[in-house]
């Protein structure tokens, strides 16, 4: 099991950004990262993924073009870039990882990840 310490959330106006951390306890050579959002009475929702032993990454569409997922294996952090924030982005953000053993396994699934930090709020007005 690996902790997880998510940091950068905070309030913005729509059209701006904000970058996400999540600092794992140790280190992840093939682990599927992926960032996770939740609004108050919707269901938790993939984000965007990536699978550390390549760099590979996903992406819901909802985020595409607009978020950017990177690592840096150092520092054992993977970050989550927001840009063109929308009212609609308003969520509690999470980290999350899993094993992967090769970059197929990596999707968007809540439901597949087993390590799970905290979260940090995310919060964008018109």
């Known amino acids: 099991q690996v902790q997880l310490v998510e940091s950068g959330g905070g309030s913005v106006q729509a059209g701006g950004a904000l970058r996400l951390s999540c600092t794992a306890s140790r280190y992840f050579s093939t682990k599927c990262m992926g960032w996770f959002r939740q609004a108050p009475g919707r269901e938790r929702e993939g984000v965007a993924a990536i699978y550390t032993g390549s760099g590979y990454t996903l992406y819901a569409d909802s985020v595409k073009g607009r978020f950017t997922i990177s690592q840096d294996n150092a520092k054992n952090t993977v970050y989550l870039q927001m840009s063109s924030l929308k009212p609609e982005d308003t969520a509690m953000y999470y980290c999350?990882?899993?094993?992967?053993?090769?970059?197929?396994?990596?999707?968007?699934?809540?439901?597949?990840?087993?390590?799970w930090g905290q979260g940090t709020q995310v919060t964008v007005s018109s």
């Open positions: 999350a990882a899993k094993p992967c053993a090769w970059p197929g396994w990596l999707r968007l699934y809540a439901s597949e990840y087993g390590d």
